[in-house]
């Protein structure tokens, strides 16, 4: 296979693991519910995916900047609702 | 910053963002509550951590092909959660 329909594949697995949370991020401001969500997985995974953010810029990955940087500020907004719904 | 150092950096990433999990499916698991969890979000995850799989596998890289790999054993296991409880 070549590096431009690999790169494809990645691409779309970016789009799909950031862009995940945008439905997950609407039913909660919809629904003012968070009971069943997890607080220390929303942190863990807010650090973790600043690290990674981290990590796109020391090895100059553009893709990995975008990425990881909408998918912070998307569970930023989760760990937000999930303290002001708690 | 020596290409050790930034790897360590991915490592820690790697298992913050796939450990985060753990705790949303013990908290499931003692709970049997989902009411809060948005399926069409774990969905889009888990076709996204496959891709992102299946980019490890292609790129050849272990690291990814792990981290991937166990984040999307334990999304199948949310969805398989969210089923049950919903």
Redesign the interface.
Known sequence: ?TMEK?EI??M??????T???V??V???VI?K??????L???T??F???T??F??GV??HSISMMLANGITALLLLIMIGLKLKYK
Do not use: H, R
């Open positions: 296979m690999i594949i990645g779309v697995a970016a789009v799909l693991t862009g995940s949370f439905p997950q609407y039913k909660t629904e519910s968070t009971k069943d969500i997890s220390t997985m929303y863990a995974m650090i973790g995916v690290l990674w981290v990590y020391l090895i």
